[in-house]
C-alpha cells in the first residue's frame, strides 16, 4: 500500500509569488487533512477534507491560503501571495474512517524569501 | 483551548535503557491522544493511538499510557536501540470540535539513544 505522498518535497520562492503545494492521500483515505510546523513551533492543524468537502478549515491563517480537494482524490494547497512568514513545513496526512490513526506525509518544507 | 506540552524536550541515553516520555494536556474532552514519531527530514509515524475510553496501548518494545483525568499520557521504550533515535510527538484528538483528526500536538522530545 503506497503511502501519503506529497509533491514538491522542497520550494523555494520569493515573496509574493505563488506555490501549489500537493498531497496524495493513502488510496481509500475519505479524510485528508493539511498540518503545517513553522520555525520554533508545533506543528498545527490546518484544514479537513472528508471526500470533496471541507469538514473544517478553522486552522487556515488567511485568505492567501486556497485547500482544494477535486474528486474528493488528491488535495492541492495554493498560497497566493507567499509572505516570509509562511514558510515552514506543511503536511497532508489522511485516515480511513474517523477516529482512527492519521498517516502523514513527508511534508513540504517551503522557504520563501 | 487545549495545550499539549512534552518532558523531557530532548532525552540522551545508552544502548539497552528503558525511558519514559511524558506529555501532559489541558483539556481532557479528547476522543483519543496519539503517539508519533518522526525521523529527520521524514513525516510521522504512528506509533499508538489511545482512545479515551481506554488506559493503554501496547506495540513490541512500545507502551502508551493514558490518564484523563490528570491530564497525562506516557510512552515507555523498553530496552531502547540506537534505532529508537527520533523526535516523539503526542497529540491529543480534541472532542467537542466538528470533526475528528484536529490533533494539537506538542512539542516534541529529541530522543537520542547511543551505542
Known amino acids: 500500500e503506497a503511502g501519503v505522498t506529497q509533491f514538491p518535497s522542497h520550494s523555494v520562492i520569493e515573496k509574493g509569488q505563488t506555490v501549489t503545494l500537493r498531497c496524495d492521500p493513502i488510496?481509500?483515505?475519505?479524510?485528508l487533512y493539511w498540518y503545517r510546523r513553522v520555525m520554533g513551533k508545533e506543528i498545527k492543524f490546518l484544514l479537513h477534507?472528508?471526500?470533496?468537502?471541507?469538514?473544517?478549515e478553522s486552522g487556515m491563517p488567511n485568505n492567501r491560503f486556497l485547500a482544494e480537494r477535486t474528486g474528493g482524490t488528491y488535495s492541492t494547497l495554493k498560497v497566493q501571495p507567499a509572505e516570509l512568514e509562511d514558510s515552514g513545513v506543511y503536511f497532508c496526512?489522511?485516515?480511513?474512517?474517523?477516529?482512527?490513526?492519521?498517516?502523514f506525509g513527508n511534508g513540504t518544507r517551503l522557504t520563501v524569501t | 483551548k487545549q495545550e499539549v506540552t512534552q518532558i523531557p524536550a530532548a532525552l540522551s541515553v545508552p544502548e539497552g535503557e528503558n525511558l519514559v516520555l511524558n506529555c501532559s494536556f489541558t483539556?481532557?474532552?479528547?476522543?483519543?491522544l496519539q503517539w508519533f514519531r518522526q525521523d529527520p527530514g521524514k513525516g510521522l509515524t504512528s506509533l499508538l493511538l489511545?482512545?479515551?475510553?481506554?488506559r493503554e496501548q501496547t506495540s513490541g518494545r512500545l507502551n502508551a499510557s493514558l490518564d484523563k483525568s490528570s491530564g497525562r499520557s506516557t510512552l515507555y521504550i523498553a530496552a531502547s536501540q540506537p534505532g529508537d533515535s527520533a523526535t516523539y510527538l503526542c497529540?491529543?484528538?480534541?472532542?467537542?470540535?466538528?470533526?475528528?483528526?484536529?490533533?494539537?500536538f506538542g512539542q516534541g522530545t529529541i530522543l537520542t539513544v547511543h551505542p
Open positions: 477534507f472528508v471526500k470533496e468537502s471541507k469538514q473544517d
Open positions: 496526512a489522511s485516515s480511513l474512517v474517523d477516529n482512527s490513526p492519521l498517516h
Open positions: 497529540a491529543s484528538d480534541n472532542a467537542g470540535g466538528t470533526s475528528y483528526g484536529k490533533l494539537t
Open positions: 489511545i482512545q479515551s475510553s481506554q
Open positions: 488510496s481509500g483515505h475519505d479524510n
Open positions: 483539556d481532557s474532552a479528547i476522543y483519543n
